[in-house]
């Protein structure tokens, strides 16, 4: 027998149960009784509370090793060599399709993340019912705000699980408190009315949030539900609109889809976003967890650095002659650059040593790479891999058996990037540039847009030594990069290593994407043999869902 695949199956099985009952007159202890469930202020509240971290940060969130790694390699945002999670086979070019027969490599890895999103937003749903019927039978949970507070998160939470799934998968259910929790599940949509959905959530956790409720006790919807960080009402809707900023880029599949999303609107939540980086601050101990993280850290051939997108950055001729070398006879270059979050050197040894050595812990040195030792460097393949590894959260594994210490969820970097993409799709290149300079001038100590490229087409300053220089086809040359380029170079950098796939994201909508990578995953077989429907591939160079030869043709 096929095991129930969601949540949202499980509960047509119990209703069939509950039949039996009837006639058995027999009490079923696997029957779900919500009402038992939820029921105290204690019980609703929880579920509330945990929701950010259940969603994102425990073994069923989805800052994990099952999507994640993937979403890296298939991006290059990092390079895999191994097989662990599927990601030497999304990494491998020519690029392959997701295969999604019975018992495929990657069986429990494509399917966890659909599956532990659904059922995170069925259990939202279910709470949200159940603090509505608690509120309206005439209790709370301490007052008007914090019954409110519970609501607002309740939404956000949600809407987050929900708009997860539209970033990665075709199809989904859509689930509301409304959608029942017996008989048959809802249908699949596709992804475009999940993340509608997703963004109606955030628009009601918002409104609750600006409710008289609220804003007659603010102090009563301060919570620390992000481990220990207090998060007032201001601060919670600058979250929630940012977001909304990422899901409305992010859900785009193509040049065309990203080119069509509503750029207004983005500019709109992010403007109005985070003013700094939310930062989570991790621990095994105590729950909160970035296994994607820390495992690419500590084991060699999880997280090498590929130059096929960052070789950008150099400004020595050595990407150029790597380009113009065929890839399987590619070999790992010394990348030199005026980027200050690079190490400096005009050898090996020296950039290691700059780096830190061994440990190459950063401190507060502003690197966000390291040249690592020659000893440690990973086989792989010739394209893939570097001298170089990402190391700016490094500190999570080095001599720290718990994994303790800050971890970057969403930069303030994305959502200043997000708004000047929409100002420059919008013609609005003067709006653009700051923006872009905000991490470009601070952090890499790059010279400054604003004020110096009037245009979209202008190139950016510096000349041969100018940062990024973008490949003008597969095999070079390179040329200094526009406004445009000068965004997705500074996106790529500031969100390494942040969120859940931004490189994949953005490089899907932007056409930057290696030739056949996959856009989306499928819904799992597991899935689809539960619904008596079938199941397919997606992917692969000139099968469904994949990418074109795209801006630099590789």
Same mark, same amino acid.
């Given at each position: 027998?096929?095991?129930?695949?969601?949540?949202?199956?499980?509960? @047509?099985?119990?209703?069939?149960?509950?039949?039996?009952?009837?006639?058995?007159?027999?009490?079923?202890?696997?029957?779900?009784?919500?009402?038992?469930?939820?029921?105290?202020?204690?019980?609703?509240?929880?579920?509330?509370?945990?929701?950010?971290?259940?969603?994102?940060?425990?073994?069923?969130?989805?800052?994990?090793?099952?999507?994640?790694?993937?979403?890296?390699?298939?991006?290059? $945002?990092?390079?895999?060599?191994?097989?662990?999670?599927?990601?030497?086979?999304?990494?491998?070019?020519?690029?392959?399709?997701?295969?999604?027969?019975?018992?495929?490599?990657?069986?429990?890895?494509?399917?966890?993340?659909?599956?532990?999103?659904?059922?995170?937003?069925?259990?939202?749903?279910?709470?949200?019912?159940?603090?509505?019927?608690?509120?309206?039978?005439?209790?709370?949970?301490?007052?008007?705000?914090?019954?409110?507070?519970?609501?607002?998160?309740?939404?956000? $939470?949600?809407?987050?699980?929900?708009?997860?799934?539209?970033?990665?998968?075709?199809?989904?259910?859509?689930?509301?408190?409304?959608?029942?929790?017996?008989?048959?599940?809802?249908?699949?949509?596709?992804?475009?009315?999940?993340?509608?959905? @997703?963004?109606?959530?955030?628009?009601?956790?918002?409104?609750?949030?600006?409710?008289?409720?609220?804003?007659?006790?603010?102090?009563?919807?301060?919570?620390?539900?992000?481990?220990?960080?207090?998060?007032?009402?201001?601060?919670?809707?600058?979250?929630?609109?940012?977001?909304?900023?990422?899901?409305?880029?992010?859900?785009?599949?193509?040049?065309?889809?990203?080119?069509?999303?509503?750029?207004?609107?983005?500019?709109?939540?992010?403007?109005?976003?985070?003013?700094?980086?939310?930062?989570?601050?991790?621990?095994?101990?105590?729950?909160?967890?970035?296994?994607?993280?820390?495992?690419?850290?500590?084991?060699?051939?999880?997280?090498?650095?590929?130059?096929?997108?960052?070789?950008?950055?150099?400004?020595?001729?050595?990407?150029?002659?790597?380009?113009?070398? &065929?890839?399987?006879?590619?070999?790992?270059?010394?990348?030199?650059?005026?980027?200050?979050?690079?190490?400096?050197? !005009?050898?090996?040894?020296?950039?290691?040593?700059?780096?830190?050595?061994?440990?190459?812990?950063?401190?507060?040195?502003?690197?966000?790479?390291?040249?690592?030792?020659?000893?440690?460097?990973?086989?792989?393949?010739?394209?893939?891999?570097?001298?170089?590894?990402?190391?700016?959260?490094?500190?999570?594994?080095?001599?720290?058996?718990?994994?303790?210490?800050?971890?970057?969820?969403? &930069?303030?970097?994305?959502?200043?990037?997000?708004?000047?993409?929409?100002?420059?799709?919008?013609?609005?290149?003067?709006? @653009?540039?700051?923006?872009?300079?905000?991490?470009?001038?601070?952090?890499?100590?790059?010279?400054?847009?604003?004020?110096?490229?009037?245009? @979209?087409?202008?190139?950016?300053?510096?000349?041969?030594?100018?940062?990024?220089?973008? &490949?003008?086809?597969?095999?070079?040359?390179?040329?200094?990069?526009?406004?445009?380029?000068?965004?997705?170079?500074?996106?790529?950098?500031?969100?390494?290593?942040?969120?859940?796939?931004?490189?994949?994201?953005?490089?899907?909508?932007?056409?930057?994407?290696? $030739?056949?990578?996959?856009?989306?995953?499928?819904?799992?077989?597991? !899935?689809?043999?539960?619904?008596?429907?079938?199941?397919?591939?997606?992917?692969?160079?000139?099968?469904?869902?994949?990418?074109?030869?795209?801006?630099?043709?590789?």
């Amino acid at each position: 027998m096929n095991k129930l695949a969601t949540g949202l199956v499980v509960v @047509a099985a119990t209703f069939a149960a509950a039949a039996c009952k009837d006639v058995l007159g027999v009490n079923n202890p696997n029957n779900p009784n919500i009402a038992q469930v939820y029921g105290t202020a204690t019980d609703i509240e929880a579920v509330f509370a945990q929701g950010f971290l259940q969603v994102g940060f425990t073994n069923s969130g989805v800052h994990t090793n099952n999507l994640a790694p993937q979403l890296n390699a298939m991006s290059l $945002e990092n390079y895999g060599n191994v097989a662990n999670f599927d990601m030497v086979y999304r990494a491998a070019i020519p690029r392959r399709f997701i295969d999604n027969s019975v018992n495929n490599s990657g069986a429990g890895v494509h399917y966890a993340d659909f599956q532990n999103m659904q059922k995170q937003a069925r259990a939202l749903s279910n709470a949200i019912n159940a603090l509505d019927a608690f509120v309206a039978a005439g209790h709370t949970l301490g007052s008007a705000s914090q019954n409110a507070r519970a609501r607002a998160w309740g939404f956000f $939470e949600l809407g987050l699980a929900q708009g997860n799934t539209a970033l990665m998968y075709d199809s989904a259910a859509i689930v509301l408190p409304a959608t029942p929790t017996i008989g048959a599940p809802p249908a699949l949509v596709g992804h475009a009315n999940v993340m509608t959905q @997703a963004l109606a959530d955030l628009d009601s956790a918002l409104t609750i949030a600006r409710s008289s409720a609220v804003t007659g006790s603010l102090a009563a919807f301060t919570s620390t539900w992000i481990n220990g960080v207090s998060i007032d009402q201001p601060t919670f809707i600058k979250i929630v609109r940012s977001y909304q900023a990422r899901f409305r880029a992010g859900v785009a599949r193509t040049p065309t889809e990203r080119a069509a999303v509503d750029w207004t609107q983005v500019i709109a939540d992010a403007t109005n976003g985070i003013t700094s980086d939310l930062v989570v601050q991790l621990s095994i101990q105590a729950g909160w967890q970035q296994t994607e993280v820390t495992n690419a850290y500590r084991y060699q051939g999880w997280g090498d650095v590929s130059m096929m997108y960052l070789g950008m950055a150099d400004t020595s001729g050595a990407y150029d002659a790597w380009l113009a070398t &065929p890839m399987i006879n590619r070999q790992a270059f010394l990348l030199k650059t005026p980027d200050a979050r690079w190490p400096a050197g !005009e050898d090996r040894a020296t950039q290691n040593t700059v780096s830190g050595g061994p440990n190459g812990v950063p401190g507060n040195s502003g690197l966000y790479f390291r040249n690592r030792p020659a000893g440690e460097d990973p086989p792989g393949d010739p394209w893939g891999t570097s001298f170089y590894d990402h190391f700016r959260f490094r500190y999570l594994t080095v001599s720290n058996s718990d994994n303790a210490g800050a971890w970057i969820e969403f &930069p303030k970097a994305e959502v200043d990037l997000l708004a000047a993409e929409g100002y420059l799709r919008k013609g609005d290149v003067a709006s @653009a540039l700051p923006l872009i300079d905000n991490s470009r001038v601070s952090k890499g100590k790059l010279p400054k847009l604003a004020g110096v490229i009037a245009t @979209a087409t202008d190139p950016v300053p510096g000349g041969g030594a100018c940062v990024p220089r973008v &490949p003008t086809g597969p095999s070079g040359p390179t040329a200094c990069g526009t406004a445009m380029e000068a965004l997705k170079y500074e996106y790529r950098i500031e969100t390494y290593f942040t969120g859940y796939g931004q490189w994949f994201q953005a490089e899907r909508g932007w056409g930057d994407l290696v $030739e056949g990578t996959p856009l989306e995953f499928p819904v799992p077989y597991q !899935e689809m043999q539960v619904r008596l429907l079938p199941f397919y591939n997606l992917g692969g160079i000139g099968g469904p869902s994949a990418a074109a030869k795209g801006t630099y043709g590789f």
